[in-house]
C-alpha cells in the first residue's frame, strides 16, 4: 500500500526566504504527482502536476521535482510571501488509479 | 462503514441523460468534498460544505452540476444532460476539521467511475 510522508509537519519562516517542502512516498508505480495548497474555507487549490515521465514542473515563484527512484517529490518556493502562507498536500495518483495524499506541512511566513 | 462511501462505482450513461452520484461521509465528519480527476489529468476540485452549507462552489465547472449535503451527512451530486466530457471519476472525501486545519487529514472514498457514450 502506497504511504506518503511529507515533512515538515509545519514550517514557519520569515518574508523572503526561500524554502523547500518534501513529499516521499513508498511505492514509484506511480501515474502522476500533484502539489495542492489548502486555506482556511476554501477547497483544495492545485498548484503544479507532474505526470509520471517527468522531472519537474513550474509555475511562478514555484518549482516542483520529480524523483520516482528515490521516491521523492520536493515543492521549493522561492522568495515567500506571507499570501504563501497555508497547507501544502502533496498526492499521488499510482497505476491503479488509486489516490493517496500526504500529511501536509502547514506553512507560515512571517511578514 | 468506516471509510467514505460512494455509490455507484461505476455508471455508463448516455449522452444528455442526468445522473447523481451519492457520498457518505465517515461519521462525524463535519467538512465533505467533491473532486474530479479526467483521464491524464490531476485531480479538480469541484465544491466543498461544510455542514450542509457549501462555502466554496467555485469549482463547478458549469451549471449542469450541482450538490447537495442532508442532515450534515449523505452529499449527491448531480450532471444535468450528460455530456461526453463529463467522464471522470469523481471523488468525494470528508474530514473532521475545515480545510486549511493543520494537521487536518482528508479521507477519500473510492471513486465513482462515470463514463459518458
Known amino acids: 500500500k502506497q504511504e506518503v510522508t511529507q515533512i515538515p509537519a509545519a514550517l514557519s519562516v520569515p518574508e523572503g526566504e526561500n524554502l523547500v517542502l518534501n513529499c516521499s512516498f513508498t511505492?514509484?508505480?506511480?501515474?502522476?504527482l500533484q502539489w495542492f495548497r489548502q486555506d482556511p474555507g476554501k477547497g483544495l487549490t492545485s498548484l503544479l502536476l507532474?505526470?509520471?515521465?517527468?522531472r519537474e514542473q513550474t509555475s511562478g515563484r514555484l518549482n516542483a521535482s520529480l524523483d520516482k527512484s528515490s521516491g521523492r517529490s520536493t515543492l521549493y518556493i522561492a522568495a515567500s510571501q506571507p499570501g504563501d502562507s497555508a497547507t501544502y498536500l502533496c498526492?499521488?495518483?499510482?497505476?491503479?488509479?488509486?489516490?493517496?495524499f500526504g500529511t501536509g506541512t502547514s506553512l507560515t511566513v512571517i511578514p | 462503514g468506516a471509510g467514505v462511501s460512494q455509490s455507484p462505482s461505476n455508471k455508463v450513461t448516455e449522452k444528455g441523460k442526468d445522473v447523481e452520484l451519492r457520498c457518505d461521509p465517515i461519521s462525524g465528519h463535519t467538512a465533505l468534498y467533491w473532486y474530479r480527476q479526467s483521464l491524464g489529468q490531476g485531480l479538480e476540485f469541484l465544491i466543498y460544505f461544510q455542514g450542509n452549507s457549501a462555502p466554496d462552489k467555485s469549482g463547478l465547472p458549469s451549471d449542469r452540476f450541482s450538490a447537495e449535503r442532508t442532515g450534515g451527512s449523505v452529499s449527491t451530486l448531480t450532471i444535468q444532460r450528460t455530456q461526453q466530457e463529463d467522464s471522470a471519476v469523481y471523488l468525494c472525501?470528508?474530514?473532521?476539521?475545515?480545510?486549511?486545519?493543520?494537521?487536518?487529514?482528508?479521507?477519500f472514498g473510492e471513486g465513482s467511475w462515470l463514463t459518458v457514450v
Open positions: 507532474i505526470q509520471s515521465s517527468q
Open positions: 498526492e499521488l495518483t499510482n497505476t491503479g488509479n488509486q489516490f493517496y
Open positions: 472525501a470528508s474530514s473532521t476539521q475545515p480545510p486549511g486545519y493543520s494537521g487536518n487529514t482528508i479521507y
Open positions: 511505492d514509484s508505480a506511480i501515474y502522476n
